[in-house]
């Protein structure tokens, strides 16, 4: 296993949606992630760390503005659409 530390945010963001689009395997999206996590985060590198846990809440911003971006079009009736639209 080919091992590298994350040189920056960006980077780290950069394999968490590389992980979840090339997940060939269809393992469950947190091994998918423990495995970059393995790969890219040294035993006791405390910036990488750092670099990785911020990665993964701006991914996870990311994510939920899209989601929230989309739920305008989702039908009438289905359980996530808010009730005003």
Known sequence: MSRFRLASVKH??????KG???NQ???PI???MQNIFDRVVPKNDAVALKRWNTA???VKHQMTNKLENRRQYLPVG???RSEEQ
Do not use: S
């Open 12 to 17: 780290a963001e950069y394999e968490i949606y």
């Open 30 to 32: 947190q091994r998918t």
């Open 56 to 58: 993964i809440k701006n």
């Open 25 to 27: 395997r269809d393992e």
């Open 78 to 80: 289905h359980i996530d």
């Open 20 to 22: 979840m689009l090339v």
